[in-house]
T-cell receptor, first 111, second 113 residues
């Protein structure tokens, strides 16, 4: 089955700790995206990548980092510089700049 | 600045009571408008893409329409399983940001029996 997987489903982070969220797709899509979703707010773009080894900052990139070493994978690291990381994180992919397809999400909680 | 506004924020319908959700947008060179459905704790599920004013698309009880300034998601005779948050997003046609989607905050729909 083709699709997007995200892991883990739930993640807990201690103060000052970096954590990495995984996103993998087997749809052969070129573009991949990371969004953050907070209650009552729309999806906000963190980073996106349109091709391997290249990525661009979105609207709220501060405190986050990404890599795109493989077409299938686009991991997101939430660093200790992100002061309010508790949120629902969504990964998406698309082909030819058309509709984006989303993974199931990772819920990150700061302890 | 590209903006997407959805209304109402929340909508409660009785089963069978038809209604519409609105998505108004301001974007330079609309390339596409997208509707998604999101259930609690899950990722958004793609529903429709609309590309030009006058275009309409249907799927079961849902029908999406597009004008030059807004889109409507019409829900005909809804059922409780249609309860979800419906998200609207637009894509601009500018080269440097091609592929980016700008999302509204969503409309939370509740359909009660």
């Amino acid at each position: 089955d083709g699709g997007i997987t995200q892991s883990p489903k739930y993640l807990f982070r201690k103060e000052g700790q970096n954590v990495t969220l995984s996103c993998e797709q087997n749809l052969n899509h070129d573009a991949m995206y990371w969004y953050r979703q907070d209650p009552g707010q729309g999806l906000r773009l963190i980073y996106y990548s349109q091709i391997v080894n290249d990525f661009q900052k979105g609207d709220i990139a501060e405190g986050y980092s990404v890599s795109r070493e493989k077409k299938e994978s686009f991991p997101l690291t939430v660093t200790s510089a992100q002061k309010n990381p508790t949120a629902f994180y969504l990964c998406a992919s698309s082909i030819n700049y058309n509709e984006q397809f989303f993974g199931p999400g990772t819920r990150l909680t700061v302890l | 600045e590209d903006q997407v506004t959805q209304s109402p924020e929340a909508l409660r319908l009785q089963e069978g009571e038809s209604s519409s959700l609105n998505c108004s947008y301001t974007v330079s060179g609309l390339r596409g408008l997208f509707w998604y459905r999101q259930d609690p704790g899950k990722g958004p599920e793609f529903l429709f893409t609309l590309y030009s004013a006058g275009e309409e698309k249907e799927k079961e009880r849902l029908k999406a329409t597009l004008t030059k300034k807004e889109s409507f998601l019409h829900i005909t005779a809804p059922k409780p399983e249609d309860s979800a948050t419906y998200l609207c997003a637009v894509q601009a046609g500018r080269g440097s940001t091609l592929g980016r989607l700008y999302f509204g905050r969503g409309t939370q729909l509740t359909v009660w029996p």
